[in-house]
């Protein structure tokens, strides 16, 4: 059975920093599509930044430069550095994990997190 357990959340002044971890159990990093997906209230759940294990990085626009995904395949664990953080950056995010080397799409991640809580004071 799959698990997906995310720390790293909290409270953090606009311009500051966090890092977001995504410790995975069950299933390997090393042979899946990882994303982080970010849910505002009242909006829908939105990619942030995946990757897969033959590189296929994306980032939504609005984190580009400012966030970035990683993974250590020793730890089985997987990354986002949030830097220069904005109040709009505010949300639960949550880290996903699909066999479909492809998948960027909510609906393709099939092992989900139970998400963490970022929040952005300006």
């Known amino acids: 059975q799959v698990q997906l357990v995310e720390s790293g959340g909290g409270l953090v002044q606009a311009g500051g920093s966090l890092r977001l971890s995504c410790a995975a159990s069950?299933?390997?990093?090393?042979?899946?599509?990882m994303g982080w997906f970010r849910q505002a209230p009242g909006k829908e759940r939105e990619l942030v930044a995946r990757?897969?294990?033959?590189?296929?990085?994306y980032y939504q626009d609005s984190v580009k430069g400012r966030f970035t995904i990683s993974r250590d395949n020793a730890q089985n664990t997987l990354y986002l550095q949030m830097n220069s953080l904005k109040p709009e950056d505010t949300a639960v995010y949550y880290c996903?994990?699909?066999?479909?080397?492809?998948?960027?799409?909510?609906?393709?991640?099939?092992?989900w997190g139970q998400g963490t809580q970022v929040t952005v004071s300006s």
């Open positions: 069950g299933r390997t990093l090393s042979r899946s599509a």
């Open positions: 996903a994990l699909s066999n479909d080397i492809s998948a960027i799409r909510s609906r393709d991640f099939d092992s």
């Open positions: 990757m897969s294990w033959i590189g296929g990085l």
